[in-house]
């Protein structure tokens, strides 16, 4: 029985939830007088206790079963059942990039780490109670259908562990009146089941157990002022807490609020989806685990592709046109993307006609999405709709606002083309009940009769975009067509360095469907237009000139690095002209550390690199912490304007052995010779492991690599110079110190070993005192802050006079005390090359150091 036996963190019922959890132990308290009587007290309670927990099961089964249909359709027409691909999830290491080493960086957090699935984690749930879970992806990448296949599952009894799973959608964000209550919230705005039994007694379960609830948060996108949002004053949140009852409401920000600051179901499963951009970024703080959607890889593509193709003839004529196409190849990434690719291909279009940009994508598109109807009036009804899609770009915002009148007609339009979609934020209905009701909605304003028909549900409907590329493409539309706005299409206005701040990603979109329409759509925009052709050739030349005046204007060492790749997926979207100009421009030393890398960002940057080649142009790539494929590393390694380059050591070891086992001797040589990694600086614990990797290959130890190209040994190892362990999170420790000990013999060319606070002991400054002796060059060594006592410095001081060319030595800030202090001033007689001993630390007794400084200045 556990809405009796677990107890609830106090505080945490309310008033509501307490009566109901008395009402059943009601009889367990009354005393009993006589015998009978108390019999059948008792068996009243059992009755009661068990009819509770009957309905409450009952419930639960209902609620599962209305999960399940809700959660069959992913997008309109097509059915998880067949066409779900199961996506790549990855967790993330959470870390922040160091303040002064990239202020103008997008990304707060690393994009390395192994993969897991988004199960798993929900799965380790065991033994940590407080559990945030955050799913980034940016548009297109399927976290709503991931959290709709996680919603199935459950409904299909896939999450033992959870009784409850409530889905709120991040859009209940634009209901300000303060209306709700906990229990509202979950019972009523949540997708699960219309109530059938009391909702008090539900409620009651709920608050009962919230271990076993998973409230999952669908798109946090929308979130305006989220820093308020987990904020709020503690004692807001404290009189939410005692006053959360019938009684008193809330506006639905405050509710969220309080969740997402653990005091409302504090212990409950979060999952929140959020695209990284703005809200996520700032959402990260708060959580324990970060998973991301990776995207397609190809074998999903096909998977995908199999599933929308039923047709055999179709299937084989999709697959090859899709193989000769490389750029839509690459959009097929984004799910979303991939279906609009497919919606393409299933016209079974020859590969000539096939789109290369995203601009083609989605005009093939909007071609096709139009239905039939009177040309001129469509025309009109697509330019307003256009126009609202610009509107919402610039708003940030996905949905229509509720207070924007919108003629009907464009609304059927725009519902028509599928690119509007009714959502009623209040309990999710399916798609064909949104449908009826706004129809009725519709018709309802049209005929003004004032008719409260459903008054209550359609109060909550709002109007969302359905794709935020398409909205994107229509927003881009509308800025061609206008003369007066067309201006703010073209991206880096300011050119101010650091103070830019993240655009939106369907800005970013419309910048660059702008250029496209621009040089590749002129017939169709002119269809738009109003103007002669002659006026319009005139318009459309002189936009160009702007456009092409802009680029050549700006100062491109004054990008940032997200801005050199978004300016190349913007150029690749126009025409060759641009991208010349681009390629005569770019920054020699290209480094994109920290910025996500998708497959079409790497198929741009390709075509701009190639571009330089050809002008005649040399180029250093560091693609550390891109997140790129390999098989990305692999295609900008091919081309032969690459003098040098850095990326994931872990990779660039997957890339040479697939290189090798191909035989591709000529690429493999290139990707040994020119892959570098001075200076390095191990930011994560994996990193050593990956070193250690790399060194075992130089000294011919690897089992997969044994390539005559490698016989020399890998010359990236040759060349470190530097190596420093600035780990944010987690330390090295003994283990690391001995993993690196281990390696350190070989890389021969170390000046500087930077290891300060790194919690490392005697045990392991003993295995690296051994290694160091065998470092020619080694000249600064830094043990600052460590766990070092006497014992460890002993057997530092036993090798100091071995290391030949040390002019620096830190253990300042350890535990070593007088012996190790004077152990190593012994030893610092026979080292004339040292400059600097800094030892200090308070364990040294008072007076020691003193004279030992004294005697050798050198001391500090
Ligand atoms: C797309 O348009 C073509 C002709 O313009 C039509 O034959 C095809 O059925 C349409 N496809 C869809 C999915 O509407
Ligand atoms: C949209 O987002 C950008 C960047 O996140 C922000 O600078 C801008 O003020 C936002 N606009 C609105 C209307 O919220
Ligand atoms: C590497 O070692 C293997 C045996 O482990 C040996 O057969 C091979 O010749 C070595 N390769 C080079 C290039 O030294
Ligand atoms: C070693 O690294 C730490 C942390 O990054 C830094 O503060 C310190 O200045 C470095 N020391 C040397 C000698 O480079």
Same mark, same amino acid.
């Not at 008033?15 to 068996?43: I, M, N």
């Not at 705005?189 to 109530?195: E, N, Q, T, V």
């Not at 001995?738 to 919690?759: G, H, I, R, Y």
């Not at 006497?790 to 030595?809: C, F, H, K, R, Y």
């Given at each position: 029985?556990?809405i ?13 939830a ?34 509770f +927990? ?8 209902a ?11 992913m997008?309109?027409g097509?059915s ?12 993330r ?13 997008d990304k ?33 990448m ?8 996680l ?13 409850f ?5 991040g ?5 300000t ?60 949140c ?18 969220y ?11 409950c ?32 593509? =096909? ?7 039923t047709d ?5 004529? /999709? ?11 690459h ?17 079974g ?5 096939l ?10 598109n909007?071609h096709n ?7 001129s009036?469509?025309?009109d ?20 606002p ?7 007609k ?36 049209? =005929? ?31 800025? $061609?067509?206008?003369d ?11 050119g101010a ?7 939106k990603? !369907? ?15 002129? =017939? ?9 052709e ?6 459309l ?11 050549a204007?700006?100062s ?9 790749l ?6 690749y ?8 100009? +681009?390629?005569?421009?770019l ?15 790497v ?31 692999? /295609? ?6 690459? $003098?040098?380059?850095? /990326?994931c ?21 290139g ?27 130089h000294m011919?130890k690897?089992?997969q ?21 600035d780990? !944010?999170?987690s ?19 170390l ?12 045990h ?14 080694l000249h ?17 001081? /036993? ?19 007088g ?10 007689r ?11 630390n ?14 050798d200045?050198?001391?500090?």
């Amino acid at each position: 029985a556990p809405i009796l036996m677990s107890s609830s963190p106090p505080g945490s019922l309310s008033d509501t939830a307490s009566k109901a959890v008395s009402s059943s132990c009601v009889s367990l308290r009354s005393p009993s007088c006589g015998e009978d009587h108390g019999h059948s007290q008792a068996f009243t309670f059992e009755t009661n206790i068990f009819s509770f +927990l009957k309905r409450v099961k009952d419930y639960i089964q209902a609620a599962k079963s209305h999960m399940y249909q809700l959660c069959l359709e992913m997008e309109e027409g097509l059915s998880i059942m067949s066409h779900y691909v199961d996506p790549h999830v990855t967790q993330r290491e959470i870390y922040r990039l160091g303040k002064s080493t990239n202020k103008c960086s997008d990304k707060e957090f690393s994009i390395t780490g192994r993969t897991h699935r988004l199960k798993n984690s929900l799965h380790s749930n065991e033994g940590k109670s407080r559990r945030c879970i955050l799913l980034l992806g940016n548009a297109g990448m399927g976290k709503t259908t991931l959290i709709k296949k996680l919603c199935l599952d459950w409904s299909r009894d896939s999450f033992p562990q959870f009784d409850f799973v409530f889905l709120l959608d991040g859009k209940g964000l634009t209901l300000t009146e303060p209306v709700h209550s906990l229990q509202t919230l979950l019972l009523d705005l949540s997708s699960i089941a219309p109530c059938c039994v009391d909702p008090d007694e539900v409620y009651a379960q709920v608050l009962a157990a919230p271990k076993r609830v998973l409230l999952i948060f669908d798109g946090f996108d929308e979130l305006r002022d989220y820093e308020s949002l987990l904020q709020t004053q503690e004692k807001d949140c404290v009189t939410l807490l005692q006053k959360d009852s019938k009684m008193q409401t809330f506006t639905v920000r405050q509710l969220y609020s309080a969740i997402l600051q653990r005091l409302l179901l504090p212990g409950c499963t979060l999952l929140l989806s959020s695209r990284p951009r703005g809200a996520g970024s700032q959402l990260l703080r708060r959580v324990d685990a970060l998973l991301e959607v990776c995207g397609f890889t190809s074998d999903s593509i =096909e998977t995908y592709l199999t599933h929308y193709f039923t047709d055999p003839d179709l299937r084989a004529s /999709a697959f090859e046109c899709l193989k000769s196409s490389s750029y839509l190849h690459h959009l097929c990434w984004n799910p979303a993307l991939c279906r609009l690719a497919c919606m393409v291909l299933e016209q079974g279009r020859s590969s000539e006609d096939l789109p290369r940009t995203l601009t083609e994508l989605y005009d093939k598109n909007r071609h096709n999405l139009s239905k039939n109807g009177d040309e001129s009036d469509s025309k009109d009804l697509l330019l307003q709709l256009c126009a609202l899609a610009w509107e919402g770009v610039k708003a940030n915002s996905s949905s229509i606002p509720r207070d924007r009148t919108i003629p009907t007609k464009v609304k059927v339009f725009g519902m028509g083309m599928g690119i509007l979609h009714p959502q009623n934020l209040r309990r999710r209905l399916s798609n064909e009940d949104n449908r009826n009701l706004e129809k009725k909605r519709v018709e309802g304003q049209s =005929e003004k009769k004032g008719k409260d028909i459903n008054s209550a549900d359609c109060k909550d409907l709002i109007l969302v975009w359905t794709c935020a590329f398409l909205q994107s493409y229509l927003a881009a539309v509308h800025l $061609n067509v206008l003369d007066r706005s067309f201006l703010q299409a073209l991206p880096f206005q300011t050119g101010a360095k650091c103070r830019r701040r993240p655009k939106k990603e !369907e800005l970013e979109l419309t910048q660059r469907i702008v250029v496209g329409l621009l040089y590749h759509k002129k =017939e169709k925009l002119q269809h738009l237009h109003s103007q002669t052709e002659t006026v319009f050739r005139n318009t459309l030349t002189s936009r160009q000139g702007l456009a092409a005046k802009h680029l050549a204007g700006l100062s491109y060492s004054n990008l940032v690095p997200a801005q050199v790749l978004e300016l190349c997926n913007y150029v690749y979207e126009a025409s060759t002209k641009l991208a010349t100009q +681009l390629a005569e421009n770019l920054p020699e030393s290209l480094r994109f550390n920290g910025v996500p890398f998708s497959p079409p960002d790497v198929f741009a940057m390709k075509d701009a690199l190639r571009r330089g080649g050809a002008e005649g142009r040399n180029f250093c790539l560091d693609l550390e912490n891109t997140g790129i494929q390999i098989s990305g590393l692999r /295609a900008l390694m091919s081309l032969n304007n690459i $003098n040098s380059f850095r /990326a994931c050591i872990a990779d660039v070891i997957s890339l040479w052995e697939q290189l090798e086992q191909s035989g591709e001797e000529e690429l493999l040589q290139g990707a040994v010779s020119k892959f570098h990694i001075h200076p390095l600086k191990a930011t994560q614990v994996c990193h050593i492991a990956h070193l250690e990797k790399l060194v075992n290959i130089h000294m011919n130890k690897s089992s997969q690599l044994s390539h005559s190209i490698l016989a020399d040994g890998v010359p990236a190892v040759k060349d470190l110079h530097k190596l420093e362990f600035d780990l !944010e999170e987690s330390k090295i420790e003994d283990e690391g110190a001995d993993k690196l000990a281990m390696v350190l013999d070989s890389l021969t060319s170390l000046e500087v070993l930077n290891l300060s606070q790194n919690c490392i002991g005697d045990h392991g400054v003993k295995k690296l005192a051994l290694a160091l002796k065998d470092l020619p060059k080694l000249h600064c060594l830094s043990l600052y802050s460590n766990e070092i006592s006497d014992e460890g410095a002993e057997s530092l001081a /036993a090798v100091l006079p071995q290391m030949p060319s040390l002019t620096q030595l830190d253990v300042g800030y350890n535990k070593l005390q007088g012996v190790g202090a004077q152990s190593l001033a012994l030893s610092l007689r026979d080292c004339k090359k040292v400059k600097t001993l800094r030892m200090w630390n308070q364990c040294i007794p008072y007076g020691v150091f003193e004279r030992l400084q004294r005697q050798d200045s050198r001391i500090l």
